[in-house]
Structure formats: structure tokens, C-alpha cells
């Protein structure tokens, strides 16, 4: 019961960052957007994940040797990971699609670069985060990809897509389904210590950061043009 339990909310909260990203790039506008605006960035993560899944079926030691298993030597681990899978057929390809959608709505909202950026970041800072705030060697860590996948980083850039929506619109369902992004991200962490929860947290941080700073530039170039 607990790991089916653990299976619905981790979906769950796909789910929500999903509709977030719906409801911030608006769900009208998805035909004309894959027409007009390929999302070349989702579509490049979208291929090394499926290449990453290709080579575990061809190499039988592709996992040993490019997972981020700590006892084991290699910088590159740590990227070369995200795009191995570990959760079976049916985890892959949960896995791929949710990446390949999540990347495309945070291309349309926050542009190829910034969505490579976020996606890297869901990389390399949340076992950081984890030290800093004492979540490491004695506590579950709170990587989700148990040495390989690329559950966390899609995780981390999907809660992103529910900050954008939480400051970009007046609606009071709209800004329920933002906010329940990091409240039940929280909630999991703290009752299941399920990782995708608390990475999700991470990136709607980091989102509510950079949309600052955006914001604060953008104001500072009006009232520079204004003068």
C-alpha cells in the first residue's frame, strides 16, 4: 500500500506542474506552438534521455559505468546519470514523456536557454542543498533517481512552471494549483521522504528567484528608458 501510495502522489504531482505549464503558456495555443515554435531545447533533452535508454538495451554495463553511484570514481556521473532509467519499461517511458512535456512548456514560457539552465541545475543542486541544510550521508537522500534517471531534474524543472504560474496570474483556482505544487511536494518529502517532492520544492525556489531578478531588471531598464 505505501509504494502504491508513494506511485500516486509522485503522479500527482507531475500532474499538477503539467497543468501549471498548461495554464501559463495557455492550452490553446499548443497546436500553433509546436507549428511555429519547436521547442529545440525539450526536443534535444527528449533525445539524449531516449539515446541514454538505447544504450542501456545495446550495453549491458552502460549502467555501471555512467550511473551516479557515490562509491564508484567519475566526474561525469553526475550528468551522464540523468540519462540512464532505472524503474523498468514502464518507468522509462513515464519517464521520457513527462520530460519531453515538462521541457516543452518551460521553453514556451522561459526560452530554450533558460530551460537548459534550470534542467542543469536540477542536476548539480539539490544533493548540494541537501548538505548544506544537513539532508546528506545520515539522512535518505533526496535524489529520486536512486543513482540514475531523470526523474529530479524534470521534477525540480516542472515546479518551475508553477512558480511562473503563481505570478503570472489572478485566478484563484490557478493560484491553488501553484501553490499545492511546493505545499504537496513538502508534504511528501515530510511523510514519505520522497525525494521528487522536496527537488520539487527546490525548483520553485530557485523559479521564485529568477523570476525576481527578471523582474527587477526588467523595471530597472523601463525606468532607465523612462529618464
Known amino acids: 500500500m505505501g509504494a502504491v501510495l508513494f506511485n500516486v502522489t509522485t503522479a500527482a504531482l507531475m500532474v499538477m506542474m503539467i497543468n501549471s505549464g498548461l495554464a501559463v503558456v495557455g492550452r490553446d495555443s499548443l497546436r500553433g506552438r509546436l507549428t511555429r515554435q519547436v521547442p529545440w531545447a525539450a526536443v534535444g533533452l527528449t533525445v539524449l534521455a ?22 564508484k570514481s567519475g566526474w561525469w556521473r553526475e550528468f551522464t ?7 523498468g519499461a514502464g518507468g522509462a517511458l513515464w519517464n521520457l514523456a513527462t520530460l519531453a512535456a515538462v521541457a516543452a512548456l518551460a521553453q ?15 542536476i548539480v543542486l539539490p544533493n548540494r542543498i ?3 541544510l544537513g539532508l546528506g550521508d545520515d539522512t535518505p537522500s533526496t ?3 536512486n543513482f540514475a534517471g531523470s526523474s529530479g531534474a524534470t521534477y525540480f524543472l516542472g515546479a518551475t512552471l508553477a512558480l511562473a504560474l503563481l ?4 485566478a484563484a483556482k490557478e493560484r491553488a494549483l501553484a501553490i499545492g505544487v511546493p505545499v504537496l511536494g513538502l508534504a511528501m518529502w515530510l511523510a514519505q521522504e520522497n525525494g521528487h517532492g522536496l527537488v520539487a520544492v527546490y525548483g520553485f525556489a530557485l ?3 529568477v523570476w525576481a531578478v527578471r523582474r527587477f531588471t526588467t523595471a530597472r ?5 523612462a529618464a
Open 207 to 209: 523559479g521564485a528567484v
Open 130 to 132: 541537501d548538505t548544506l
Open 221 to 225: 531598464s523601463a525606468a532607465r528608458s
Open 81 to 87: 546519470s540523468v540519462f540512464m532509467q532505472n524503474g
Open 167 to 170: 505570478t503570472g496570474t489572478g
Open 50 to 71: 531516449v539515446a541514454g535508454v538505447v544504450l542501456q538495451l545495446c550495453w549491458s554495463g552502460a549502467m555501471d559505468a555512467l550511473d551516479s553511484d557515490p562509491a
Open 143 to 145: 535524489d529520486p533517481r
Open 108 to 122: 514556451w514560457y522561459w526560452g530554450g536557454p533558460l530551460t537548459l539552465g534550470f534542467f542543469f541545475a536540477g
